[in-house]
């Protein structure tokens, strides 16, 4: 049989996950061979869009319309760089049990006929619409997409069904409502797809995990007075790139009266003795991302800086030990501290500082967990996800902080933490 027709030959075993529980997981290295069963991108490529047809099977509309660059490669395995992320020139269609359709740009679309054989080579166009309006509106490109999209829709027989769409240009929903077409959600529809990971996902978020733990042996060894925030920043990128990141998406560097609050960024500041400093590593393998925040001291800490470590890190244990199948998020949240006993004014004003977030192609996937969501509106935990746990607590000296995350992979019995550089205590770079 044609390797086209083998998007449509999905059973049911495809939506198994495959989990294989041991006594830890393992963290296979990179590179194919013949002697170990690492990643299997074939189950893995078959699982995603497997869910993705079972999500929209589950829900009211009859195909989807994706222009969210994660969406995409969820469902078609297709990645054209980062620098796509936010240029919004890439769109994919699936309808119903058809095979997707992606446009992409320019050669790209000859690329994939070639080289993904995943695809039905029709399936893969070259197309454009707007590219976030710089290719105005009045040129046309929407209407003739929305037609051909309608189309296609009319064909798999979805014509009378919503179709979902996760996000797209405000001149793109235009056109498609003038070709009838009826727009709902389709970022929820997507995000319950991918909030189960399975094992192939689970090992590159866990591959991805261990590249950033070699970053923070690299950070502990070279934090010292004299060096800048942005030098951190810079050889850790270096680093990543070197072991295969695809996309070094962030890096946070925060030190001494940075520290509080909490400004999410980096900058020149010069390292200095006794200050408290934090980062965070958001970086992807093979698309699934990273969000791992420690903290250090350098040379030296005073008493309130270890007390601030000490909360931090009962705070994030006591959320750990909550993690388990069954487990409401409004009960991991409510182990946490208020945003009125660490000085803000309500949570909306303390958000992202107790917080949990699911890792996969985004850094932000479900499910949500803070106290300013979770506690009116809990979602039930469940085998297979994978998230981030993050805590952060401000010193008595008025600057200083300290932000401790943990990532966990969610098991039958409860949770493994996959982000291993030690954080039991403080540690303090270059001790005097």
């Given amino acids: 049989?044609?390797?086209?027709?083998?998007?449509?030959?999905?059973?049911?075993?495809?939506?198994?996950?495959?989990?294989?529980?041991?006594?830890?997981?393992?963290?296979?290295?990179?590179?194919?061979?013949?002697?170990?069963?690492?990643?299997?991108?074939?189950?893995?490529?078959?699982?995603?869009?497997?869910?993705?047809?079972?999500?929209?099977?589950?829900?009211?509309?009859?195909?989807?319309?994706?222009?969210?660059?994660?969406?995409?490669?969820?469902?078609?395995?297709?990645?054209?760089?980062?620098?796509?992320?936010?240029?919004?020139?890439?769109?994919?269609?699936?309808?119903?049990?058809?095979?997707?359709?992606?446009?992409?740009?320019?050669?790209?679309?000859?690329?994939?006929?070639?080289?993904?054989?995943?695809?039905?080579?029709?399936?893969?166009?070259?197309?454009?619409?707007?590219?976030?309006?710089?290719?105005?509106?009045?040129?046309?490109?929407?209407?003739?997409?929305?037609?051909?999209?309608?189309?296609?829709?009319?064909?798999?027989?979805?014509a009378d069904m919503p179709v979902g769409v996760d996000y797209a240009e405000t001149a793109m929903f235009h056109a498609l409502r003038e070709e009838g077409i009826n727009v709902v959600d389709g970022q929820q529809i997507m995000l319950s797809a991918r909030e189960i990971k399975n094992w192939d996902e689970i090992q590159l978020l866990t591959q991805a995990a261990a590249m950033v733990d070699g970053v923070y042996h690299m950070i502990y060894e070279e934090l010292k007075p004299g060096v800048r925030e942005n030098d951190i920043v810079a050889m850790s990128n270096k680093m990543l790139y070197e072991m295969g990141s695809d996309d070094v998406e962030a890096i946070n560097a925060i030190s001494g009266e940075r520290c509080n609050p909490h400004p999410h960024n980096f900058t020149d500041r010069l390292i200095r003795p006794g200050d408290q400093a934090f980062f965070d590593i958001l970086q992807s393998y093979q698309g699934y991302r990273t969000c791992y925040y420690r903290t250090f001291n350098v040379g030296r800490a005073t008493p309130v800086q270890n007390d601030a470590y000490v909360k931090a890190r009962e705070w994030i244990d006591a959320s750990i030990a909550m993690i388990r199948p069954g487990v409401t998020t409004d009960k991991v949240a409510e182990v946490w501290p208020t945003a009125e006993s660490l000085g803000f004014p309500n949570e909306d004003a303390a958000f992202g500082l107790q917080f949990g977030h699911g890792l996969g192609l985004a850094l932000h996937e479900r499910p949500i967990i803070s106290r300013a969501v979770s506690l009116d509106h809990p979602m039930e935990i469940q085998t297979g996800m994978v998230f981030a746990l993050e805590t952060y607590c401000p010193a008595a000296d008025g600057y200083s902080a300290a932000r401790i995350e943990e990532e966990v992979v969610v098991t039958e019995t409860g949770c493994e933490v996959i982000s291993l550089f030690p954080a039991e205590e403080l540690p303090i770079a270059n001790r005097y």
């Fill in 1 to 158: 049989m044609s390797r086209a027709l083998m998007p449509n030959l999905l059973t049911p075993q495809d939506l198994e996950p495959n989990w294989e529980w041991r006594e830890r997981l393992p963290a296979w290295g990179h590179t194919s061979v013949d002697f170990e069963r690492r990643v299997d991108h074939d189950r893995l490529r078959r699982y995603r869009l497997a869910r993705t047809r079972q999500s929209l099977q589950n829900s009211n509309a009859g195909s989807l319309l994706l222009f969210d660059v994660n969406n995409i490669r969820y469902v078609s395995a297709t990645k054209i760089g980062e620098w796509e992320r936010d240029k919004m020139c890439r769109f994919c269609l699936l309808t119903g049990d058809d095979s997707p359709y992606v446009w992409d740009f320019g050669s790209a679309a000859v690329h994939h006929q070639r080289h993904s054989d995943w695809l039905e080579p029709d399936h893969c166009l070259a197309g454009v619409v707007g590219m976030r309006g710089t290719i105005p509106p009045e040129f046309g490109l929407m209407r003739k997409y929305a037609k051909m999209i309608a189309q296609l829709i009319k064909d798999a027989g979805m």
